[in-house]
């Protein structure tokens, strides 16, 4: 207890709050603004945070990324432009509700769950750091290759009506992963002898150019382009959002359980989670063909396991010094800089400082609902603005994310072609969530799958004989299966009937 | 452009072919069992067999093969001709001016295309973006720091930039 309130009184300090503010703040910038991510802010910070004491150094990473990942949803809702992977899971769901005119309770539930979610992840990190690390710890290649698998099950679910084209958009997305050097053996593939290849497209082409970009080439063929569009009032996000999320209390805790557990797997993380949150959301819905219409159910469920995710990543980056992913990363350098050791002592040797910065997650989550709010109430003016003057600024800001994200021009030409691909892709009702969980998480699938045969020499049964593999193997190869279950158990009942007839 | 679904499952039948093709000549290293081939050509048979299935279920549905492209929700709406020209023109131009031109100079040119696509007059499309592209500049270039290339104007940089 005595831990706790030095953790407060570190926390409480005038000077901290101010960074923890700053930092906040200038998260929803960055994350609303397309192409701009958590991690480029932070390398912003850096410069900063080594003249600062650990607490408002590491709080100020903290509060950026928190808030960052949620304003991501905001152009998501309003531009289709997702602001991370993560968000992308939902971004089809909350623009569909735009469009239906329910643009207030589109955001409203991505800011509500965003913070209740990454405070219920700080809760876990307070608790259960250490069994949820145990827990981490334990997943190995094998693991990792059927969690990924898992994932890619999700996109299926996901896809709502044709499965052979969410399977011809998986696999394009798998391949569109490939181009490039091949992680294991580091030759090239589908390069076509180009070099510039040689880096892959690059996910942020790929999945702004998939969404964004197809988005308004098709916008382009709208006829009254002039007019701002209907329906878009932006006054009280708050409103109806309580009753919804009451209403869908399951897909709530659902995601906030699979957004704490997956985020506390390095490597896995916020991208995954939401997925299968959105996908489980679905799967155990009442109201599953509403999914992909404007439906507030999955939007509940991912937004909620987004948040969460980036608290319990900071569980195996704290318990053992194992960093999540780039952004842990960065926080292990920092810690190691201001003299802190992560690992399992420094609960023992600094738990102030610790609880401090698990505190700063608390903080940062409720400074997101102001700041969300203000940041939301600002966008509005996004809406306003007609089609015919909206649609080349979107491209614009898609062409200097793609630019920013690889300093290349190549980028944008990448960016301009999965534009088109996506158009097409839409127009023959290929859908195009598939192809960018498929382009995410082929690297994870094919490296795992690679290094778990050369530890197994060549042997598949470690695939299956491991107890948490095991589980994932079997849960997987259920859910690819349950499509053709189904399909046979309609055709027997429809057999029954006409003998019956 | 929407395609029926026999000449989807065509192209789609085709890429996994070529895919395959060309992974067949990614040999695995002498060590390990399987190389840089293995994926891509897991994902070329998936691509065969749901390409077939589109053609074989288009035929079935239908009684007979459907050989359909046509563009949707553009060839109604007027001046659609003009509009995916100006559209496909910004699209390609803009990767090759920028590196040439620099930012200062590609954008306007870019997003002027563009509103015009969208109906706007000239003169206003070039104020428009004019503003935008020195709006742009500023926040992106002066303030976040993002290295858009300057191309003609590189020995100018220093007065051009802010800050």
Redesign the interface.
Same mark, same amino acid.
């Given at each position: 207890m005595a831990v706790f309130f030095e953790a407060l009184s570190l926390l409480f300090d005038p000077f901290v709050l101010l960074v923890i503010l700053a930092s906040a703040s200038g998260g929803i910038v960055l994350g609303a603004v397309p192409g701009?991510t958590a991690t480029m802010g932070i390398v912003?910070l850096i410069p900063f945070i080594f003249y600062m004491d650990p607490i408002p150094g590491i709080a100020a990473i903290v509060s950026l990324t928190a808030t960052a990942i949620f304003a991501g949803d905001i152009p998501g809702a309003l531009l289709r432009i997702p602001g991370t992977p993560a968000s992308a899971a939902y971004t089809d769901e909350s623009y569909a509700m735009t469009k239906n005119g329910q643009v207030e309770l589109a955001l409203g539930i991505s800011l509500v769950t965003a913070s209740v979610g990454g405070m219920i992840g700080a809760l876990l990190l307070l608790f259960l750091a250490p069994p949820l690390a145990k827990f981490a710890i334990s997943f190995s290649s094998f693991e990792y290759f059927w969690l990924a698998c898992l994932g890619l099950t999700a996109s299926i679910i996901v896809t709502s009506d044709d499965r052979?084209?969410g399977?011809?958009s998986l696999?394009?997305g798998?391949?569109i992963a490939?181009i490039g050097i091949?992680p294991?053996?580091g030759?090239s593939?589908?390069t076509g002898g180009f070099e510039i290849l040689l880096g892959g497209l690059g996910v942020v082409p790929v999945l702004v150019g998939l969404y964004a970009v197809s988005e308004t080439?098709?916008g382009?063929?709208?006829?009254q382009?002039?007019k701002p569009p209907a329906n878009f009032e932006i006054k009280n996000v708050f409103r109806g959002v309580g009753k919804t999320i009451f209403l869908y209390w399951r897909s709530f805790v659902q995601g906030n359980i699979i957004g704490s557990l997956l985020g506390a797997l390095p490597g896995a993380g916020a991208d995954i989670a939401a997925w299968i949150a959105y996908a489980v959301s679905k799967r155990f819905s009442k109201q599953k063909e509403k999914f992909g219409t404007g439906h507030p159910e999955g939007l509940v469920a991912a937004g909620a396991s987004n948040n969460a995710a980036i608290s319990s990543a900071y569980v195996p980056m704290m318990v053992f010094g194992i960093p999540g992913d780039s952004l842990t990363a960065i926080v292990i350098g920092i810690m190691f800089v201001k003299g802190l050791n992560p690992g399992p002592t420094i609960f023992l040797n600094d738990p102030g400082i610790v609880y401090a910065i698990i505190f700063s997650f608390f903080l940062a989550n409720l400074l997101m609902l102001p700041l969300g709010y203000l940041a939301i109430r600002g966008a509005r003016h996004l809406v306003r603005v007609p089609?015919?003057?909206m649609?080349?600024?979107v491209?614009?800001f898609s062409?200097?994310a793609a630019?920013?994200s690889s !300093?290349m /021009?190549?980028g944008?030409?990448a960016l301009?072609v999965m534009?088109?691909l996506g158009? %097409?892709m839409e127009? !023959?009702k /290929?859908p195009i969530a598939p192809a960018v969980l498929g382009m995410i998480l082929?690297p994870m %699938?094919?490296q795992n799958?690679?290094k778990s045969?050369?530890i197994s020499r060549?042997s598949i049964a470690p695939f299956f004989d491991r107890p948490i593999a095991g589980v994932l193997a079997v849960v997987t190869i259920i859910t690819l299966l349950l499509p053709l279950i189904g399909w046979i158990k309609r055709l027997y009942f429809t057999r029954q009937q006409n003998r019956m007839v | 452009m929407r395609m029926s679904d026999f000449v989807l499952g065509t192209l789609v039948l085709i890429l996994g072919c070529a895919i395959f093709a060309s992974a067949s000549e990614l040999a695995p290293a002498r060590h390990i069992k399987f190389g840089p081939g293995f994926l891509p050509s897991i994902i070329a048979v998936g691509l065969v067999l749901c390409g077939s299935t589109l053609m074989i279920r288009d035929v079935v549905t239908n009684g007979r093969p459907k050989f359909s492209i046509s563009l949707p929700d553009w060839d109604h709406t007027p001046g659609w001709t003009k509009k995916a020209l100006l559209l496909g023109a910004a699209l390609v131009i803009y990767p090759i001016i920028l590196p040439i031109a620099g930012f200062l100079i590609a954008t306007p040119i870019f997003l002027s295309l563009l509103l015009r696509a969208g109906a706007i007059t000239w003169p206003r499309a070039i104020v428009l973006s004019t503003i935008t592209t020195a709006l742009a500049q500023l926040v992106f270039v002066d303030v976040l720091g993002v290295p858009m290339p300057w191309g003609v104007l590189q020995n100018f940089q220093i007065i051009l930039t802010v800050f």
């Open positions: 701009l912003l052979i084209k399977f011809i696999f394009i798998v391949f490939s091949d294991v053996t030759m593939r589908f080439i098709r382009f063929g709208e006829a382009t002039h089609k015919n003057v649609l080349p600024l491209i614009l062409a200097i630019f920013a !300093n /021009v190549f944008i030409s301009f534009g088109v158009w %097409i127009a !023959n /290929v082929a %699938i094919e799958f690679l045969l050369m060549g | -």
